[in-house]
């Protein structure tokens, strides 16, 4: 599943820069999360970045984009092939 970040978040930019599939983006007035880019940092690390460096805690699961590992996994795998 993507994460989404909330309402909370105060734009500190600390989360687009841990972000290794480059899924978090600027918005206004909060960052975005492309749910096609964001594996939940499978494959790069054990949980997602973006939730660890959140200084205010705005960033969680996205209930509407629900994957499994294994969807995680082959997303993960058809982003490093550039698909």
Aim: charged share 30%; net charge negative; hydrophobic share 30%.
């Amino acid at each position: 599943m993507s994460v989404l970040i909330g309402e909370d978040c105060i734009a500190c930019d600390a989360c687009r820069e841990e972000c290794p599939n480059e899924a978090i983006e600027e918005g206004d007035p909060i960052y975005c999360v492309d749910p096609d880019l964001c594996t939940e940092c499978i494959g790069h690390y054990d949980e997602p970045a973006c939730i660890s460096v959140c200084p205010v805690d705005a960033i969680g699961p996205d209930p509407d984009n629900a994957e499994s590992m294994e969807e995680l996994k082959l997303k993960f795998e058809q982003i490093q092939r550039g698909e």
